[in-house]
């Protein structure tokens, strides 16, 4: 985590709170209150010297922070030689009228004396991108802007109000994801969540949970989810620093055909990009030709599989595998059995240990791309 140092006058102490307990429910950020704080013979000036240590430095101005006198000598290294020497992210936030160095306003700076919350959420934009050199303005009031505020908020929202949202605020966010889960199962949505973010999930459907859930404690996202069952509800309600939007009326989208999956799965040339998008299609017509077409389903089943543990996608593999296994029963089919249960038995001896979660991040090159909502 990131250390951030507030450098203000006891005055405003209340103001410090506000401004630091917002960055850091928001931004995975360790404040101190207690460095920066000014006192008898420690002005500003001394007092962002001291915090230029940290990652980053917050200066609240106000009348009384001011120093007894802006000496050019004294202030010019402190606020602009030295935060680029030590690589500190250096930012002003106005609380009220005083007199300071006009060259402040044309660094990071945040003019909180009509609206702090207006400043603080500038100002989070910016801490979230601070290799860009705007900063995107704040958008109108929309429906579901307490979101903005809030991490870890979970609420119910209409499918209009979503996508305007998601377009106003997605410069407040890391990243905006949207997940359409119309018959996934857990295993299914948390790997499609996983696959969307950039990380790879090799346990079970618990350990992927718990992998999902530090990575949102630590990634200021938005999840936006249409379809979802109850379960996966509570299963991706994943707390942190991550929002979720569960739409109540998502429009139906079509479902690929059997031939449309067949043609991606069982492919000399398997695009695993496209594979990935359709793996729910492809569970929901595995389950039906289970039944209807068993020798066409373990064909396809298995290739299903191999994408899965190419993707090191565990939980997946196995709810694969124990669907077939259950249609091979079903028939008395003693050679698939034979086959799905090896399959199984080794899976089970390479598994990962109980309580142990694997994350697999993305090498150089292979990010995961943010979802587009709106093209």
């Not at 207690?34 to 240590?53: M, N, Q, T, Y």
């Not at 530090?214 to 991706?236: D, G, K, N």
Request: proline share 4%; with cysteine.
């Amino acid at each position: 985590m990131q250390s951030l140092v507030l450098c203000y006058a006891p005055e405003d102490e209340a103001f410090a709170r506000r401004v630091g307990s917002y960055l850091a429910a928001n931004l995975p950020l360790t404040v101190s209150y207690d460095e920066g704080r000014l006192r008898p013979d420690f002005d500003l000036i001394d007092s962002v010297e001291i915090a230029l240590s940290a990652e980053i430095a917050v200066v609240l101005l106000s009348a009384a922070s001011m120093p007894r006198a802006w000496e050019r000598s004294r202030w010019n290294p402190v606020f602009f030689t030295q935060p680029e020497e030590f690589g500190t992210l250096l930012a002003y936030v106005q609380l009220g009228d005083c007199k300071f160095p006009e060259l402040f306003r044309r660094e990071r700076f945040f003019d909180g004396r009509e609206n702090l919350v207006s400043a603080l959420r500038l100002m989070k934009r910016w801490l979230l991108r601070p290799e860009q050199k705007e900063i995107a303005p704040l958008s109108a009031e929309l429906p579901l802007s307490e979101v903005v505020d809030l991490p870890g908020i979970t609420r119910d929202a209409a499918f209009q109000d979503a996508m305007e949202f998601a377009a106003g605020h997605e410069q407040d966010f890391q990243a905006v994801y949207a997940l359409d889960l119309a018959g996934r199962s857990n295993a299914g949505a948390l790997g499609d969540l996983g696959h969307a973010i950039g990380l790879r999930l090799s346990g079970t459907v618990q350990e992927n949970r718990r992998t999902l859930a530090a990575y949102c404690a630590t990634h200021r996202i938005l999840l936006i989810i249409s379809h979802a069952s109850p379960e996966s509800r509570e299963l991706l309600s994943l707390g942190g620093r991550a929002s979720v939007l569960f739409l109540t009326d998502a429009p139906t989208r079509r479902r690929a055909t059997v031939q449309e999956v067949e043609e991606a799965f069982i492919s000399s040339n398997r695009d695993a990009a496209l594979c990935a998008m359709l793996l729910g299609d492809a569970a929901f017509h595995l389950a039906e030709l289970l039944d209807t077409d068993f020798e066409f389903a373990l064909r396809f089943g298995w290739a299903m599989v191999g994408f899965l543990q190419v993707a090191a996608r565990y939980a997946e593999v196995i709810e694969t595998l124990g669907s077939m296994e259950q249609a091979a029963l079903l028939r008395d089919d003693a050679s698939a059995l034979f086959k799905i249960k090896w399959e199984l038995s080794w899976l089970g001896e390479a598994s990962p240990e109980d309580g142990e979660v694997i994350c697999i991040l993305p090498t150089a090159g292979e990010e995961a791309k943010q979802l587009s909502l709106f093209g």
